[in-house]
């Protein structure tokens, strides 16, 4: 099994930064993608951006395009996620996911990930 925890969440003002950290565990040197997705109070899981296990094919979710970015950190199983220019419709619950068995090109749905960490919240204020 693989554990997931993430970091690095807050308040912040808008047009401000933060960076998010998840850290997985439990399993070494395997290939798997790895996403974040969010949900704001009231609203449906919305994918934000996926990274392949080699960090060659990254994707991003339309609203977030030009403003986050994510990125694996060498051959360790750790993923971030850099929110630049955050807006009042950024606050959410992230959640951390990894996809070990689904095909790759199931990047943006739930069902192309099998472990999830617990969450973190990130409060943007007018």
């Known amino acids: 099994q693989v554990q997931l925890v993430e970091s690095g969440g807050g308040l912040v003002q808008a047009g401000g930064s933060l960076r998010l950290t998840c850290a997985a565990g439990?399993?070494?040197?395997?290939?798997?993608?790895m996403g974040w997705f969010r949900q704001a109070p009231g609203k449906e899981r919305e994918f934000v951006a996926a990274?392949?296990?080699?960090?060659?094919?990254?994707h991003y979710g339309d609203s977030v395009k030009g403003r986050f970015t994510i990125s694996r950190e060498g051959d360790r199983n750790t993923v971030y996620l850099q929110m630049n220019n955050l807006r009042a419709e950024d606050t959410a619950v992230y959640y951390c996911?990894?996809?070990?068995?689904?095909?790759?090109?199931?990047?943006?749905?739930?069902?192309?990930?099998?472990?999830w960490g617990q969450g973190a919240q990130v409060t943007v204020s007018s």
């Open positions: 996911a990894v996809g070990e068995y689904a095909p790759a090109w199931i990047y943006a749905e739930h069902s192309g990930y099998d472990y």
């Open positions: 439990g399993r070494t040197s395997i290939k798997y993608k």
């Open positions: 990274i392949s296990w080699n960090g060659a094919n990254i």
